[in-house]
């Protein structure tokens, strides 16, 4: 593809970079309101605890206190509970256990967080200072903390509506099609891992603010969310019954999401429901012990897996069982995450004919649990890529051999997997072929002797990710059990003067939409980058939209941003036929230039703009003026990123301390708008996965339920200096079924490294005989494991 | 009880009535409505509210308004020389993509501004990732935030800022 200085292929330089770089980004906190009020919300500081009563008299009593809401009135005006959009049937056909959500709790607090009251004052101080006085009187009882026992029998009850804390016990494959195929296996390979848990720390806290026109009766939230459309139908619709078209819901520059801002949580649903009575503006910003508490976590599975292989290496059956937290509510997607969006991943990027999975999901009393940055897709390629990194390792195969031997060949797409999905196309073998060639993967054993005779212990470890994104078509979806429609709507509004704005349902909070949209628009149209503005994120001016998540923004929006180009040239044609007294059929669209085919008569679209805003001479009765035209694009499959990630460490066995020396990253996003911000996505998503392998842990105490990691000093943020510069490389087979050939990039990096981590970790560790590390493995972590291999040794 | 507070911000004389626990980041943001320096914790971690207090790059969630009385401040909003130039650390964010939802790119810029300043123009990469411990992002990866400050280095100095 040869790059058009500004077009599709180009790193140009993000158009929001202005804004941002010079303070005059706008987020939720920083809009200013006429007479605004402060929220603040009291939460439980307890896991399990019955609410015996709770007396706001003092608390009402404070200065600038304007007023104090609990679970009591919200339940007298019949406020809705919150949701839980996709439904997911167990193995007998039942639907998911689906216990209320309300906003505020009204007689039992289920986990650390839950909401107890909002307080409403003058200033944000006074709010915070009016809760200190509310009394709350608590029965405090037992909770279920610990996920490995949250099914056990006598476990500490969350949802009388759900026994046993069961909400589904779901199972994909055939069992025993897959036990036979184990009863012949040469070589079974066992694996035991725990998913640990994560808090997204988008690093721009939550943020609601709500005004209520009572004039007109229009509400307006302002919301850090990534699909604001969505956030809308669930209020409207469900929780508080505000009419849809007195609803309007912007979400203005939004300080990263990473999935923790997709759901519909009680903050913005208490702010918009009590804005009408105080009457007046009211705004909340969450501060950060607060998004540690109640943003959605995620991860947190406990995993058995085994692998059969014949004599040669080839996988012949893979079996899967999950435990996966739910924590104490369902968060608005959070049953979809350990199954349809994990297990159907389980092939990986593999042959495995047979593969089952059962999974069981768990309430306990913890912060709900739902979509963080590649959701079922981490955890899956966690379970893949490190047993078969360990079947390599018992078998004494390489372990990019033995993924070599059983990649699906280039040959086989579309290629059916026995999990669900079909894979519309890829091309592994050229993938790993680079990553160890870029990884120097030949001159590893020299470089693992060279840092022994340092005292160190080196290792290297390979993950071969696929993701299923680009979310996805709406049918699909529906079948499985989603509630809503997974398409994409984007409007091409041209302006008498020749620019442009292109409205988009997608939300950019931090992607670089406005770039990378703007760039395919003006490739399409010919139309200068100067000349285009990407609007997005305000139900008011944009069409309805289905937000970002789930790599979808370039798949499914960019993709309805090429139909309403479609249908841009399609009307101009008309006109262009019409101005250069040619047939429709005989005009050609080219370089932003209408032509007759075979003359040089041409006219430029800004001219056939110009027309179409003052259709003096216009085919009028044929053709609408104006040139506005939207589209909606339904997706015909996911998209299948894959990739193959390098990473080698050094670890300090005196302190434990695993030290990234190297990591690589080739991946195949398909074709690539601007390779600048796939490059930036991916070392995100990259840092993410680190943390995850190395740092990040949430960590709830067991018996009180208390969040032990709740801020930035417990709870271990990736620094720069906690990793390197990145070696990143793309291979590209286009995606076939949507126009601008594109798979996601938002995800992979965070979905793959992990498993890199890991197995590298593991590998460096594996001389002394260990088999295994927990996740994160931390200094403290691996120290203690090379105490206990040393301990077994000397035994 | 309120207290007043004079202070320079960005070259100009500012004053207000603060509450005794006013922040420096809330003196900025609420009094002066200048929201460019962000806050992004509660624990003095993140660095996105990263300010110049006398030259020097300070959390301003870690400092008392009334304790910058009389100092001079610059933000993120005065750092550029006018309104259609950018400050060479600035454009090197830009030009390397340093940033992405932008969120922490205030409190990055003016942290990197200072460190450059204080290491006399002269950063290697460890020494640049060591330097920005004080300073979160959840985006980027900080790949492209030590290129970036890599390069503004020279161009700091090149320019005499």
């Known amino acids: ?795 | 009880m309120s207290i007043s507070v004079s202070m320079t911000v960005n070259g100009k004389a500012v004053s207000g009535k603060v509450e005794a626990r006013t922040l420096l980041v809330q003196f900025l943001r609420e009094n002066l409505s200048m929201t460019g320096t962000h806050v992004g914790c509660d624990t003095s971690q993140c660095g996105a509210c990263v300010v110049h207090v006398d030259g020097q790059s300070v959390k301003s969630c870690t400092m008392l308004a009334v304790q910058a009385e009389g100092a001079k401040v610059m933000t993120i909003e005065g750092l550029a020389p006018s309104a259609d130039k950018l400050h060479p650390m600035q454009e090197a964010f830009r030009d390397n993509h340093a940033l992405q939802c932008g969120f922490c790119t205030p409190g990055m810029v003016m942290s990197a501004v200072d460190m450059v300043k204080r290491h006399n123009y002269q950063l290697d990469e460890a020494t640049v990732r060591r330097e920005l411990e004080g300073n979160l992002c959840r985006c980027t990866g900080y790949h492209n935030i030590v290129k970036a400050i890599l390069a503004a280095a020279p161009a700091m100095k090149a320019a005499g800022v």
């Open chain 1, 1 to 795: 593809m040869t790059a058009a200085p500004t077009g599709i292929g180009a790193r140009v330089k993000r158009t929001e970079d202005q804004r941002f770089l010079t303070g005059r980004g706008r987020y939720v906190d920083d809009l200013a309101l006429a007479r605004p009020t402060y929220a603040y919300f009291l939460r439980s500081p307890h896991a399990h605890a019955k609410i015996r009563s709770i007396d706001t008299a003092a608390a009402a009593a404070m200065p600038g206190v304007v007023r104090i809401f609990t679970g009591k009135d919200t339940a007298e005006a019949k406020v809705g509970s919150l949701i839980c959009g996709w439904v997911v049937k167990d193995k007998d056909g039942n639907p998911h256990k689906a216990p209320g959500h309300p906003p505020i709790a009204i007689d039992t607090v289920r986990y650390v967080g839950d909401t107890v009251a909002m307080v409403v004052a003058e200033t944000a101080s006074q709010a915070r200072d009016a809760a200190e006085a509310i009394k709350v009187d608590y029965q405090v009882q037992p909770a279920c903390v610990d996920l490995a026992r949250a099914l056990d029998k006598g476990a500490a009850q969350v949802h009388p509506e759900a026994p046993g804390n069961l909400c589904y016990d779901w199972e994909i494959g055939v069992k025993a099609d897959v036990e036979a195929a184990f009863a012949k296996a040469a070589h079974v390979t066992k694996l035991d891992l725990v998913n640990n848990r994560l808090i997204p720390n988008a690093m721009e806290p939550r943020a609601a603010a709500a005004d209520y026109d009572a004039g007109t009766g229009q509400y307006t939230l302002w919301s850090t969310s990534q699909n604001p459309h969505v956030l809308r139908l669930i209020l409207s619709a469900f929780v508080l019954g505000i009419p849809e078209h007195k609803l309007r819901v912007v979400a203005p520059d939004v300080g990263g999401g990473f999935g923790s801002k997709i759901f519909c949580y009680a903050d913005e649903t208490l702010v918009v429901w009590a804005a009408p009575r105080v009457g007046r503006p009211i705004k909340w910003t969450a501060e950060r012990n607060e998004s540690f508490q109640t943003d959605a976590h995620g991860r947190d599975h406990v995993t058995h897996a085994e692998l059969a292989l014949d004599k040669d290496g080839k996988f012949l059956a893979l079996k899967v069982e999950t435990i996966a937290n739910m924590g104490s509510y369902l968060s608005t997607f959070s049953t979809a995450v350990p199954t349809y969006l994990y297990a159907t991943l389980l092939a990986g990027q593999y042959t495995t004919p047979l593969i089952y999975a059962n999974v069981k999901a768990a309430f306990t009393h913890t912060a709900p649990v739902d979509a963080y940055r590649g959701a079922g897709r981490p955890e899956a390629t966690f379970v893949i890529e490190s047993i078969v990194s360990k079947a390599a390792a018992e078998l004494k195969i390489d372990p990019a051999e033995l993924r070599r031997r059983n990649f699906i060949p280039s040959t086989a797409f579309p290629y059916q997997t026995p999990v669900a999905l079909q894979y519309d196309s890829g091309n592994y073998p050229p993938i790993i072929d680079e990553a160890t060639k870029v990884s120097d993967y030949k001159g590893f054993e020299g470089r693992r002797a060279e840092a022994k005779s340092r005292g160190k212990l080196r290792g290297i470890g390979f993950s071969s990710y696929i993701e299923a994104c680009g979310l996805a078509p709406s049918q699909v979806i529906g079948q499985l059990g989603g509630g809503v429609g997974q398409w994409e709507a984007a409007q091409i509004r041209f302006n008498p003067t020749g620019n442009v704005q292109v409205l988009t349902g997608s939300h950019s909070h931090g992607q670089g939409h406005e770039t990378t949209f703007a760039q395919i628009v003006s490739d399409k149209l010919g139309v200068p980058l100067e000349q285009i503005e990407v609007v997005h994120g305000d139900t008011a001016t944009t069409p309805f939209g289905m937000g970002s998540y789930g790599s979808r923004s370039l798949a499914v929006g960019g993709s309805a941003i090429m139909k309403a180009a479609d249908k841009i040239i399609a009307k101009g044609k008309k006109i262009a036929a019409h101005l250069l007294e040619a047939s429709v059929a005989d005009i050609a669209f080219e370089n932003g230039t209408f032509k007759v085919a075979g003359t040089d008569k041409a006219v430029p679209l800004g001219q056939v703009v110009f027309a179409a805003y003052v259709p003096h001479n216009y085919p009028i009765t044929e053709v609408e003026p104006g040139m506005d035209e939207n589209a909606f694009y339904d997706p015909a499959n996911f998209v299948y990123p894959a990739g193959t990630q390098v990473c080698e460490v050094e670890i300090d066995p005196e302190t434990g301390t695993t030290e990234i020396v190297s990591f690589t990253a080739i991946d195949d996003f398909g074709n690539i708008i601007n390779p600048m911000i796939v490059e930036g996505q991916v070392h995100g998503g990259i840092v993410q996965g680190v943390g995850q392998a190395l740092l990040e842990n949430a960590v709830y105490d067991k018996s009180s339920g208390q969040l032990i990691s709740g801020s930035f000093m417990d709870y271990t943020m990736p620094r720069a200096d906690d990793v390197p510069s990145f070696k990143v490389g793309y291979k590209v087979t286009p995606c076939p079924h949507n126009p601008l050939g594109v798979k996601g990039c938002g995800e992979a990096g965070a979905i793959a490294a992990p498993a890199a981590v890991m197995n590298a970790v593991r590998d460096a560790l594996g001389p002394l005989g260990v088999r295994d590390v927990p996740m994160p493995a931390t200094p403290l972590a691996v120290w203690q494991t090379i105490q206990g291999a040393q301990r077994k040794a000397a035994e």
